[in-house]
Each structure stands twice: as structure tokens, then as C-alpha cells.
């Protein structure tokens, strides 16, 4: 560590009193013995003055810019570097630290550190064994602990936790009165408590709570109205309300219940929230539910409004003509006086699943009626743009978007995107998904005009936009392009290798082939984040060989998430996914690997069928040529038995990632099968998360008992890390 500190000392950048007497902005980049450096920045005129000294190190800067720069680092492991430089960096690194996720196992509370007295924003549904009690609320020593945990940090005003039953807020909230932000977490099933229960201890300690989240949060649609009513003055106190259920089981709040929970949140400022649109069922969302929820919340600035029937997985199927089987019961004339009656909107989402027609007219009206609108999302609207007519019309008169996301749109066509793109010319995002009839040369058209501010695209189930056509789509942007997502539909690249190869005598075709290669070869200079959707039984290897997304060279962070039903295919057609062709990319530290949604045969695989682990042993092969550091991995699932768990082959391959530092898996696996993980020699971070609904109740088994997981850790804590 001496050496460490006298390599900063000997290589940070100086402040020169020759020509900079005064310091406008300055930018330090240090490097540690981490994988790559990391930046301070001062945005803020620092004067400093200099006397007859040419040069001023880093170090020698006064205290208070020094904690300026340390209040801009946000990277855990940076930080935790920072600290360990020398003692007065350790005390300003320590009391500039405001964020902190706890880890660690249960049972060692009584080591909870005490050193981060600054911190206010406090997450405590990480700890092992993940989604078990924090304190039992009968144990004599429950309370004390808990004092502690307030002693410790004693400014928290936001609080993440686990609350699996009542009791644990019945235990916290009491310990910081002036918390104003609260997540709640809970994927096991909810206890056989009167309504409302699992929020009254919150609401009755908590007087100045200002933002809720509850969209990690199982709980019956009716439990969040009474208690809501119950307490009028937190629920008057409340500007920020997530109640969006993210598991695909939900059934989505009912139009009364929004009202009662609006009528009770008059100064909302930010509602998202899952509903019903399909006016088949009883309490549907429609005309009237809409315009009183913007009579009772006008100060909205982010409205979000998605029917629970957008949670699931499914995907449309591509031939059909985009338009759903019902129409929702929601008016020209209720869109324009939603809008007109939130005029403070900056960010509206409405995905109803249910078709909204000819609503261009009703959409001009957002760029007078809402000014600071900046962000759109609209699910089944048809006829947002007729195109390029005499003059812009429709969502294209929205000429102060930022972001624009268009779902299930059927009439979308090449014409209205280029209309779009002329009007507006802000965007920055742009997400189109299920839009059937747009195509390669329309979309090429859209990003050529927006050249100059596109950065981040998601183009998914189009039926005419395969991955080699959005590819060559986004050409005109690829060198400014930063985050991106595509579905691997390869036929475009299997039919042209076919032609190629029969005809590779003609000349033309040559020279085709040629320019596919030149293709390929293009650099996506600035791309640090790919998302990809893929279908079950398909390979990688496409991606970097033949569609031209091989030369990545700031490629950090890559999420491939595989769909399908296993059990139409009696066995992968290949012996490996191929990951090992995400080599190319050198600066690849971080994957998400979500296999959650491909369903096959856990335990009992018909005669000629594959089960499970032989799947996950096809997608996980060759994942240890790969330097990852950080890893997500949800395995393949049997719905019928509501299994997911690690294989064997699959707990083998893992153990070869040479480099991890995190391993989360977000399912279950016999305690034999994590001790295959030890062999990682740099592994710091490990844990098993049931982060699904319903999450496992069984305690008893092997896969997720207490004393399996701390069997593991203490195992892992054992090892000498070489850091």
C-alpha cells in the first residue's frame, strides 16, 4: 500500500499557478490497482491560490475540495480503494460516503460497522441468506439490535429492506422517524394478516415519508388504500409512488382502487402504477378513471400506466397484423384533457395492451398542453403519424421529446418514422417494439437525420428488422451509438452464407461477400452496453462472425436474455451456445445472462428429450474464456414444479470463470453444487437470490436453508483473495 500511495503521488496531474491561476474545472485521473481508471471531476469554480510554488499535487489540495472530489465517486471498489491510500483520505472517504448496500450474513450483526455515520441512503435486502427475517421480532435481543443498526447510521433518511413479514418494520421504522424514502422488498407469499398490515408500522413512525417503492413489493391490491386512508397525513406528505408489480403474476390495481389511492396522494408528483385496461373486467381503467386521476393528481410530472398483461414474457407472433383483439374504452377526448389537465408532465407511459386507434389528432395536443413533456411511451396506439403529408402531424409535432418508445404500434410505417425524426430532432432514445411494417430503409432514413443525438436504440419483434438489418440500419450512427438492444434473428445471415456458397463462382457475388466482410469489420467506437434477445436452441456465434457487431472496443456490460419452450426441441442442435465468441470484445467485464425464461424438464425428461442441466450445460459452455468480473445468471425453470435451480454441469462451467469477483444467481442450488465455486480463486461476492414470484417456502431443503448458506460462506471468507 506505501508503494501504491507513492505511485499516486509520483503520477496524479498538477495544478500549474503558471497558467492556470484560476481553477475553472479540473479533471484527475488516478489509477489504483484497479482493472481501469476512474475520474474525478470539479464542475464548480474552485479558486485556488497559489504562492511562489510552480506546481501543486493532488494531495496538497485543501480539505474541502478534497471532500468535493470524494463526493463525486460513486464506485464501491473505487471507493474502498480511496480509503485505503492513507489515513486522512480513509476519515474523508468515510465522510463522504452517503450510499452503502450492506452485505454479510445475519447471524454477524453484532459486527455491523460503525465508521459510516454520513451515510443516508441504506440497503438492507442484500443480506445472507437472501429474503430470510432480519431480526425475529421474539427474540429479547430483536430490539437491541435494532438500536444498533440506528446508531450506525444515524442519518439515514432512505431505506431499502426486505420485509418478508410485518414485524421487521414494526422493528425499524421506529429507529429513524425521519426517513422520507422507503423500498420495500417481498417475493415470498404474503402472511394471513388483515389489510393493510404490512404498512401501518411505516406509516405510523415514519410522519415525513415523501417516496414509496413498491414495485419489488407481493401484496394484494387492497392492502395499500386503507392504509392510506388510515394515515392521511403521510399520504398527503407522499410525491413519489411506485406501485408497478414487476412479477407476471400480478392482476393489477383496479380503477377504484387508483382513485382512492390518488384522491389520498393529492401532491403526487411521480404515479407509476400496474393496471387493468381490458373493460371486460370489473373495475377496468378507463375514460372517467383517467380524467379523475388528473383532477386529483395535477402536479404530475411522470405518469406510468402499464395493464398487467405487458409483464409477461410472451412474444407477439410476428406475422400477425399488430393490432390486439380488444379495443380499450379510452376517447380522443379523454387523451386531450389528460394532458391538458397535467400540464407539469415531463415523462407520460400508457401501455394498455388494447388498441387505442387513430389518436394522431389527440397526441398534437401534448406540445402545447404539456411543455416540459420529454420522455413518451405508448403501447397500442395506432395512427400516432400518418407520415410525411404536407405538413408534420400527429406525435411528431412533439418537437421537445428526448425519448420516444413505441409498442405495438400496427400502422407505423417507413413514412412516419421519417416524420418523426424531422419533428423531433432531440432524441436521444428511441425504442420501437412489434411495428411490423417498418423496415431497413425507413429506419436508416430515421437514424441518418438523427445522427447527431442518437445514442441509445432498442429495436425488438419487427417483423422486417432482423439483426443484420437493424445493423445496417443504425449505420448512420454507429459511431456515436451507446447503449443498444436487437433481436438475434439470424435468417438474412443463413439465407445470404446459402446463396453465397452455391453461386460462389460468380463474380458480383464475390464482391458482395466482400462487402459484408468490410461491414462486419466496422468499429462501434463508443457502444459500452448491448442488450440481446435470442430464442431458444439459437447460436451466439453469428453476432460477432457475420452481422458486423465483432469490433466493440469499449464494450463493458452485455445482457442476453434466451426465450423459448425447451420442450419442442429433443436436443440443442449445436454442443455449445458459443459464448466463448464474445472474446473479441476486450474491455467485457459484466454479463446478465437471464435464461429464466426457457422452460423445460427439470427432473424427468421424456425418452429422447434433453432435461434442464443438459440445456444450461449448452448455454453455459465456454463462459470461463471470458474476463468477467461481475456475473447475473438465471437458470432455465420447470413451470410445472416451479423449479429453478443450479445443475451440476452448470455449477462446473461457473467454477471456470477464472475472474469473477460477483456471482449472483437468481435461483437455487444444492450446497455439493456451490462448494464447485470455491474454485475461483478472485470470488468475493457470492449469493443465491430468489428474486421471482412465488419464491420458495420450503426451509428445509438443501437449497436454500440457513445453515447450507452459511456452511458457504464461511468457506468463501476463508480463502486468501488476491486483490
Known amino acids: 500500500m506505501v508503494e501504491s500511495f507513492l505511485f499516486i503521488r509520483k503520477t496524479l496531474p498538477f495544478v500549474s499557478t503558471t497558467y492556470f491561476p484560476t481553477v475553472y474545472k479540473t479533471i484527475v485521473e488516478v489509477s489504483f490497482t484497479t482493472p481501469k481508471p476512474f475520474f474525478f471531476s470539479l464542475t464548480s469554480k474552485v479558486h485556488v491560490k497559489m504562492a511562489a510554488l510552480n506546481h501543486v499535487h493532488f494531495h496538497d489540495l485543501p480539505d474541502l475540495i478534497l471532500f468535493n472530489i470524494f463526493s463525486l465517486v460513486t464506485d464501491t471498489r473505487t471507493r474502498n480503494a480511496i480509503s485505503l491510500v492513507c489515513l486522512k483520505w480513509h476519515l474523508l472517504e468515510r465522510s463522504t460516503r452517503t450510499s452503502l448496500a450492506l452485505r454479510g450474513n445475519i447471524r454477524d450483526l453484532f459486527l455491523l460497522p460503525t465508521c459510516f455515520q454520513a451515510v443516508t441512503n441504506l440497503d438492507l435486502s442484500l443480506l445472507s441468506p437472501w429474503g430470510h427475517p432480519l ?8 430490539i437491541l439490535f435494532a438500536q444498533h443498526f440506528r446508531q450506525a447510521f444515524p442519518s439515514v433518511v432512505s431505506l431499502t429492506i426486505y420485509a418478508r413479514n410485518p414485524s421487521i418494520l414494526y422493528l425499524f421504522a421506529p429507529q429513524w422517524p425521519n426517513l422520507r424514502h422507503a423500498k420495500l422488498i417481498r417475493w415470498h407469499q404474503r402472511l394471513s394478516i388483515p389489510l393493510g398490515f404490512d404498512f401501518l408500522p411505516l406509516f405510523e413512525h415514519c410522519l415525513s415519508l415523501s417516496s414509496l417503492d413498491l414495485s419489488h413489493f407481493y401484496c394484494w391490491t387492497e392492502d395499500l388504500p386503507p392504509s392510506l386512508k388510515t394515515y392521511p397525513k403521510v399520504a398527503a406528505s407522499i410525491s413519489y409512488l411506485n406501485i408497478l408489480i414487476t412479477y407476471s403474476y400480478a392482476e393489477g390495481y383496479k380503477s377504484h382502487e387508483l382513485l382512492a389511492i390518488t384522491s389520498a396522494c393529492p401532491n403526487l408528483r411521480q404515479f407509476l402504477a400496474t393496471c387493468l385496461f381490458d373493460h371486460r373486467f370489473v373495475g377496468f381503467v378507463g375514460d372517467e378513471t383517467l380524467l379523475s386521476l388528473a383532477s386529483n393528481c395535477p402536479r404530475l410530472s411522470l405518469l406510468h400506466l402499464v395493464d398487467a398483461t405487458s409483464l409477461s414474457n410472451a412474444r407477439a407472433n410476428p406475422d400477425d397484423e399488430g393490432y390486439a383483439t380488444e379495443d380499450a374504452r379510452i376517447s380522443h377526448a379523454t387523451l386531450v384533457g389528460l394532458c391538458t389537465g397535467l400540464p407539469l408532465l415531463e415523462e407520460l407511459i400508457l401501455d394498455v395492451c388494447h388498441n387505442v386507434r387513430d389518436t394522431g389528432s389527440a397526441l398534437e395536443v401534448l406540445n402545447s398542453k404539456c411543455p416540459r413533456l420529454k420522455s413518451l411511451k405508448l403501447g397500442h396506439f395506432h395512427g400516432i403519424c400518418r407520415g410525411l403529408d404536407s405538413q408534420l402531424n400527429g406525435i411528431a409535432l412533439c418537437s421537445r421529446l428526448e425519448s420516444l418508445s413505441i409498442k405495438n404500434s400496427a400502422d407505423l410505417t417507413d413514412s412516419s418514422l421519417i416524420a418523426i425524426s424531422l419533428g423531433c430532432p432531440r432524441l436521444t432514445k428511441f425504442v420501437v417494439h412489434g411495428c411490423k411494417r417498418i423496415t431497413e430503409i425507413g429506419f436508416r432514413k430515421f437514424s441518418s437525420i438523427l445522427k447527431r443525438t442518437l445514442i441509445d436504440v432498442e429495436i425488438s419483434c419487427c417483423k422486417h428488422l432482423n439483426a443484420v438489418c437493424s445493423l445496417r440500419a443504425l449505420e448512420p450512427v454507429r459511431g456515436q451509438i451507446q447503449q443498444l438492444h436487437i433481436d438475434c434473428v439470424w435468417e438474412s445471415v443463413q439465407r445470404l452464407e446459402g446463396d453465397l456458397n452455391q453461386i460462389a463462382g460468380n463474380k458480383s457475388i464475390q464482391q458482395e461477400k466482400r462487402l459484408d466482410n468490410k ?30 457487431l465483432n469490433d466493440c472496443p469499449v464494450l463493458e456490460e452485455i445482457q442476453i436474455r434466451i426465450e423459448g419452450d425447451c420442450r ?17 470484445y476486450p474491455r467485457l467485464s459484466k454479463m446478465k445472462l437471464d435464461c429464466g425464461g426457457t422452460i423445460g424438464y427439470a427432473l424427468t425428461a421424456p425418452y429422447g428429450y434433453a432435461d434442464l442441466s443438459l440445456w444450461e450445460r449448452f448455454y453455459l459452455k465456454g463462459v470461463g474464456n471470458l474476463n468477467l468480473t461481475e456475473l447475473d445468471y438465471w437458470p432455465p425453470q420447470d413451470t410445472e414444479i416451479n423449479h429453478r435451480a443450479l445443475s451440476l454441469p452448470a455449477a462446473g462451467l461457473l467454477a471456470q470463470c477464472g475472474t469473477l469477483r460477483k456471482l449472483f444467481i437468481h435461483g437455487t442450488a444444492s450446497e455439493h453444487l456451490m462448494m464447485f465455486l470455491l474454485k475461483i480463486p478472485t470470488l468475493r461476492d457470492v449469493q443465491l437470490r430468489e428474486d421471482y414470484y412465488p419464491a420458495s417456502e420450503n426451509d428445509f431443503s438443501t437449497e436454500i436453508r440457513v445453515s447450507s448458506c452459511c456452511r458457504f460462506e464461511d468457506a468463501l471468507n476463508r480463502r486468501k483473495i488476491p486483490d
Do not use: D, K
Open 135 to 142: 431480526l425475529n421480532y421474539s427474540s429479547p435481543n430483536s
Open 519 to 548: 461491414f462486419s469489420s466496422r468499429t462501434w467506437a463508443r457502444l459500452h452496453y448491448l442488450s440481446l434477445w435470442i430464442s431458444v436452441g439459437e447460436l451466439l456465434s453469428p453476432l460477432t462472425s457475420s452481422v458486423g
Open 568 to 584: 419442442q426441441q429433443s436436443w440443442p442442435s449445436m454442443h455449445a451456445f458459443e459464448l466463448s465468441s464474445l472474446e473479441c
